[in-house]
């Protein structure tokens, strides 16, 4: 499965890794906020790397869909059942802060971007008492949203709301654009280094990679989930997997917005170059029996409502949801003040990203302003702790499930069909094996990250672990989540 944006021909500059270097600051993950964040330091003068374990967008920001949006499905009233009215306030100053300086970046910066209007549509009655929220909140905050009857797509909406001049893009054109400014700006942008260990007790940071050690004065950790245990971020956020396709369509049928539901499964819709793009059908990663089923439900119903639409990328990508729906961006605790993260976009990273990267460098060179105060200062309320407490309960159910069941199932002394993949006990131990393209590859079950055991998920032939969305390809190496290292083989 392969993204539209990432399967286009493009030139993304980048670096060789420089073993032993000094820098300011590094940055480690190559997808919006890293390149955002290193930009920003960049231009201020900063001695700057971004190091990224795969390829530049290979993470959510390759893989989005890529609305960058004011109007954000029901985030403001997700947000409001969790926190004090003062957050969704500061929430949606950030955002519209984080919206214009992308829109402006680019615009100035030749990045192609389409305006369109946003919606959250409702198909249902009980649906229409979320978007009346929505619709109010998001007044109450000072978005100037109207509600339509009609949003415009070929079935019926019972109602929706609506936000004019929104904007949309191919995120892979922004990362460009950032990794070229960030070169020209003497930074530099390293692909395949991938960040094993970070030691901040003492000056200067120093930062394990596959390539070699490198140190900084801050490390800032822009991974998706942070890739280090400390401050717990991993229990303290929720991966979830979801699914996006484009489309060829027969002329006149491009519907003119950018949508998303207010009802599950979500669905999302939005077009560019004469293409349609669909999306939803999320899932908590490594917690769905068949992934691939969720891909075909999501291309039944594209072709259910836009006959005659041929589909040509199918993809999938993960990001994180904290308990109260505000991200995570700050110092990491145990850090020394030397070690930043941003995590928990609730899939609306085009602009939490860039709220979380300014926030950062604000962070770290002064500068703080009025909506980064009053997010740094939340209060933790009881409904917050009661949904970690639910949470962390569904976890530990998974690691006692994943346990349970490879113990007491032998592995098959038959090799899995092709694109299949199955847990069972080898020895006293779980152990995974699948077959992706005629190679048979037998691993430890285990995720290397906390010990839970892994899942077979038959749409992307990985191993994905159900306890803090680690993933791992069939031979066993890191995918994504916070696992640093990939399942040993057995
Ligand atoms: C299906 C889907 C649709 C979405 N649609 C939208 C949308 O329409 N609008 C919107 O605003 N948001 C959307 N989002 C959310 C948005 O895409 C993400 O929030 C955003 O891309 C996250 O950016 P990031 O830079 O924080 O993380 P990522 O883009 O995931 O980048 C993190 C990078 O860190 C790297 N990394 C990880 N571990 C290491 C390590 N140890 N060493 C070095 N590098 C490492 C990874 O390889 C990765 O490239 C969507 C998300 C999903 C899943
Ligand atoms: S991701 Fe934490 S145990 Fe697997």
Not at 175 to 184: E, F, K, M, P, Q
Not at 369 to 396: C, D, F, K, S, Y
Request: aromatic content about 8%; overall charge positive; charged content about 20%.
């Amino acid at each position: 499965m392969i993204s539209l944006w990432l399967d286009a021909l493009r030139t993304i500059p980048t670096h060789t890794f420089e073993p032993g270097a000094h820098y300011d600051e590094v940055i480690v993950g190559g997808g919006i906020t890293g390149l955002v964040a290193a930009l920003l330091f960049a231009r201020e003068g900063r001695r700057v790397a971004v190091l990224e374990a795969r390829t530049i967008g290979a993470g959510a920001t390759g893989n989005t869909t890529g609305k960058i949006s004011q109007l954000q499905g029901t985030q403001l009233s997700k947000i409001k059942r969790f926190n004090y009215q003062s957050i969704v306030q500061a929430y949606a100053d950030g955002t519209r802060d984080a919206f214009d300086w992308l829109i402006e970046y680019a615009e100035s910066g030749g990045v192609p971007i389409e305006r369109r209007d946003a919606y959250s549509y409702a198909e249902t009655a009980s649906g229409s008492r979320a978007v009346e929220r929505e619709y109010e909140l998001a007044r109450s905050v000072g978005l100037p949203v109207q509600k339509v009857v009609d949003a415009g797509l070929p079935f019926p909406t019972f109602s929706a709301v609506r936000l004019p001049d929104q904007a949309q893009f191919d995120p892979m054109n922004l990362l460009a654009s950032l990794a070229t400014d960030i070169g020209l700006l003497g930074g530099r942008v390293v692909e395949r280094a991938r960040v094993l260990g970070v030691r901040a007790a003492s000056h200067p940071v120093r930062i394990e990679t596959s390539r070699g050690e490198v140190t900084a004065a801050h490390v800032i950790l822009a991974t998706g989930t942070p890739i280090l245990s400390r401050g717990l971020y991993f229990a303290k956020v929720a991966a979830e997997r979801s699914y996006a396709q484009s489309f060829d369509l027969p002329a006149g049928q491009l519907p003119d917005g950018m949508f998303l539901s207010v009802e599950t499964p979500t669905r999302s819709v939005r077009t560019w170059r004469g293409q349609l793009l669909t999306g939803g059908n999320g899932h908590p990663v490594g917690r769905e029996a068949s992934p691939q089923s969720r891909v075909d439900d999501l291309t039944r119903w594209t072709e259910q409502y836009w006959p005659g639409a041929v589909r040509t990328h199918a993809w999938s990508a993960q990001d994180y949801s904290a308990m109260h729906h505000v991200p995570f961006v700050g110092w990491l605790p145990r850090g020394f003040g030397r070690i930043y993260l941003a995590t928990g976009y609730d899939k609306w990273g085009m602009t939490g990203g860039v709220a979380a990267a300014r926030t950062l460098v604000t962070d770290i060179l002064g500068g703080t302003t009025e909506w980064q105060r009053v997010l740094h200062h939340r209060a933790t309320l009881a409904p917050v702790i009661a949904r970690g407490i639910g949470e962390n309960a569904a976890v530990g159910w998974w690691y006692a499930r994943g346990w349970a069941g490879a113990l007491v199932r032998r592995l098959p002394d038959a090799v899995p069909a092709e694109g299949m993949g199955v847990v069972g006990r080898s020895g006293l131990l779980p152990a995974a094996v699948s077959t992706v393209d005629g190679v048979t590859c037998q691993l430890s079950g285990i995720c290397s990250h906390l010990g839970a055991v892994v899942t077979w998920n038959d749409a992307e032939h990985s191993w994905d672990c159900p306890a803090h969305g680690s993933r791992f390809a069939s031979d066993g190496a890191v995918l994504g989540g916070p696992a640093r290292r990939g399942l040993k083989r057995t």
